[in-house]
């Protein structure tokens, strides 16, 4: 029985590269080039965005933030069932969920970036 290749055809000995395979190699040459046209300076604006991203991203996985909504969670479960009638008790524990989880974040991100605010 011949060997079938996965487009059904007979394998060759040396594969060949055909116009339909990308080449991943050139990612590499690319991936630290900058799209805003080869400048490796940042903005000041930019540079603020990143902070509060990179303070962001600590904050959500933060063992108090994972314990505090692990709590919020074992609190209340016993108010759900699995009936298919929407509670006006679960519109009531989805604002105090947001507004604990907004208000950690809030707080945590104006302790740790400058200049933090919701409105901007």
Do not use: H
Not at 15 to 29: A, I, T, V, Y
Not at 30 to 48: F, I, K, N, T, V
């Amino acid at each position: 029985m011949e060997n079938l290749s996965l487009n059904g055809t007979a394998p060759s000995a040396a594969p060949s590269k055909s116009s339909s395979q990308f080449d991943f190699g050139s990612l590499e040459s690319s991936a630290d080039e900058d799209l805003g046209g080869g400048s490796s300076e940042c903005s000041p604006e930019d540079m603020w965005f990143d902070s509060v991203v990179g303070a962001l991203e600590n904050c959500l996985m933060d063992d108090d933030f994972l314990a505090m909504q692990q709590d919020f969670c074992e609190g209340n479960c016993e108010v759900f069932d699995e009936g298919e009638e929407m509670k006006l008790c679960y519109t009531e524990l989805f604002q105090q969920y947001t507004n604990m989880i907004e208000g950690f974040i809030e707080a945590r991100l104006s302790k740790e970036v400058e200049d933090f605010s919701m409105d901007k």
